[in-house]
C-alpha cells in the first residue's frame, strides 16, 4: 500500500477531503452555517464518497465537520426563503429531494468502505441521519443530536425514519422523532448513537486508532462483512445464509485467508493486501 499524506487530490467548495495512508478524512466545511447541507455540499458529497470507495488504496472514510459543529442539517434560512433546495412548489420540491438530499443515503448504501462518523459537535436534522448512515460513531462531549424535523412541521426527506430507527430501535426513534428533543452524549452512548465518547482532545486519535484497526483486517472480508451486516436488516434468513455461504467461498480462497493462517502460527500480524 502506498503511503500518502494530506494528499489532496480534488478541490470542493463545501468539503475537505485529506488522505492519510489507508484513512480517508471527509470534512463537511460550511463552518460559517454549522455545515449545514447546500446543494453544492450534497452533490460533492456524493461524488466523493464514491470515488474514495474506488481507491484501492482507502480502506476506511471518516466523515466530520469543520469548527464547531458535525451537521445542523438543513439550512434554515434557505428553508424561510425557499430558495437551493427549498425552493419550488411541493412537486417540484419532492424532486429536488429525490434528486438532491436523498442521494446522500443511496450513495453511502452502496459504498463498500466502512464509514466512522467523527462526531465532534451537534449532529441534527439531516446532520443527526448522515451520522446514523455510518456505520460506526465516535463523539465527544460536545456531541448532540436531535431529530428535529417535527418541530419545523417537517419529516425526514433525507431518510431518516429509516435509519434512526435502525441505530436505536422502533420505541426509541418514534420517541425521538415525534418528540424533536436534543440527545446529550451520555444518553447517545446509552442508545448506541455513540460507539464510543471521549475527551474533544482525545476525539481524532480515538478514530485514527480505530480506523487503522479496521484498516489492518482484509480489505476484502471487510467489505463484505459490512454488506452482510447491512443486508441482514431486511433479508430473510435463507437468503442471508445463501449469501455468506457465497461470500465465505470468496474469502476462503484469497491470498489474505492464507496470510492470515500463517500470521496466526507465527505469533504476528498479518500482512493483507487485498487479494
Not at 481507491?55 to 442539517?73: L, P, Q, S
Not at 467523527?118 to 436534522?125: L, S
Request: net charge negative.
Amino acid at each position: 500500500m502506498s503511503s500518502r499524506t494530506n494528499n489532496q487530490e480534488k478541490s470542493y467548495r463545501d468539503l475537505q477531503i485529506e488522505k492519510n495512508d489507508a484513512i480517508a478524512w471527509v470534512t463537511l466545511d460550511r463552518p460559517q452555517f454549522s455545515n449545514a447541507f447546500s446543494d453544492e455540499m450534497i452533490s460533492d458529497l456524493c461524488a466523493a464518497l464514491r470515488e474514495i470507495d474506488w481507491d484501492e488504496d482507502i480502506r476506511v472514510i471518516v466523515i466530520t465537520g469543520a469548527g464547531k459543529h458535525f451537521c445542523a442539517g438543513g439550512d434554515i434560512k434557505a428553508m424561510e426563503e425557499k430558495t437551493g433546495m427549498f425552493a419550488g412548489d411541493p412537486e417540484q420540491l419532492r424532486r429536488r429531494y429525490t434528486k438532491g438530499i436523498q442521494q446522500i443515503p443511496l450513495t453511502m448504501e452502496n459504498l463498500q468502505t466502512p464509514i466512522i462518523a467523527m462526531v465532534n459537535g451537534a449532529a441534527i436534522g439531516a446532520g443527526c441521519d448522515l451520522a446514523c448512515m455510518c456505520d460506526i460513531r465516535i463523539g465527544c462531549q460536545y456531541a448532540r443530536f436531535g431529530e428535529t424535523f417535527a418541530k419545523l412541521a417537517l419529516v425526514p426527506g433525507d431518510g431518516g425514519t429509516f435509519f434512526l430507527q435502525r441505530v436505536v430501535g422502533y420505541a426509541k426513534a418514534m420517541e425521538l422523532s415525534l418528540t424533536g428533543r436534543i440527545v446529550e452524549p451520555d444518553e447517545a452512548l446509552q442508545l448506541g448513537l455513540l460507539n464510543q465518547l471521549v475527551d474533544r482532545n482525545e476525539l481524532k486519535e480515538t478514530t485514527e486508532n480505530l480506523a487503522a484497526m479496521i484498516a489492518a483486517n482484509s480489505p476484502v472480508a471487510v467489505a463484505m462483512i459490512k454488506k452482510a451486516i447491512r443486508n441482514a436488516r431486511t433479508a430473510e434468513i435463507h437468503g442471508h445464509l445463501d449469501l455468506l455461504a457465497a461470500f465465505q467461498g470468496i474469502t476462503q480462497r484469497t491470498n489474505d485467508h492464507f496470510e492470515g493462517i500463517r500470521a496466526l502460527k507465527e505469533k504476528r500480524q498479518p500482512h493483507f493486501k487485498g487479494i
